[in-house]
């Protein structure tokens, strides 16, 4: 029997000693089940949940990376292919890089959702900047704000298709 001249590639194994949720706003919160920074940057894997009637992320695009939803409970509205849909568990939607996209929860029970990032870029990084900015209570500056979208690969597109 022959072997590859090459080391076996080694398995990443987590395992969440805690709830782990990161508060984004009163309404959301995430938890990084594997972000960009532990899968060397090939996908990042997060799950969100949003409470009932949470507003969740508004209509925006990235340019780098896409995203897929998995829906794992309750009935989250995305807009994909230009128009809102409301989804449920098993159900998945790709958006890819340019695909404008969003997502909310109209409806009266808790939603939540993994969320792929391909490739894995530390998104981690974008969502602690916000949960920081939530729980300081600060209000950035619309300069400040438009920074940390910059960095971050994330073209929020306000007013649209917002209802």
């Given at each position: 029997m022959s072997y590859p001249s090459q080391p076996e590639p080694r398995s990443i194994v987590r395992v969440d000693d805690g709830d782990g949720l990161v508060p984004i706003s009163p309404s959301s919160t995430l938890r990084f089940v594997a972000?960009?920074?532990?899968?060397?940057?090939?996908?990042?894997?997060f799950e969100c949940r949003?409470?009932?009637k949470a507003s969740g992320a508004v209509p925006h695009y990235h340019t780098t990376f896409s995203e897929s939803f998995f829906v794992l409970s309750g009935r989250p509205s995305m807009l994909a292919?230009?128009?809102?849909?409301?989804?449920?568990?098993?159900?998945?939607?790709?958006?890819?890089?340019?695909?404008?996209?969003?997502?909310r929860n109209e409806g009266d029970e808790p939603a939540s959702f993994?969320?792929?990032?391909?490739?894995?870029?530390?998104?981690?990084?974008?969502f602690e900047e916000l949960a920081e900015i939530a729980a300081s209570g600060r209000r950035p500056t619309p300069e400040q704000f438009a920074d940390l979208l910059a960095r971050h690969d994330q073209v929020n597109l306000p007013g649209y298709l917002s209802k």
């Open positions: 972000p960009g920074s532990i899968t060397d940057g090939r996908f990042g894997l949003l409470t009932p292919n230009g128009e809102w849909a409301t989804y449920g568990p098993g159900d998945y939607v790709h958006v890819p890089e340019r695909g404008v996209h969003g997502f993994l969320i792929l990032f391909a490739p894995g870029i530390a998104r981690e990084r974008y």
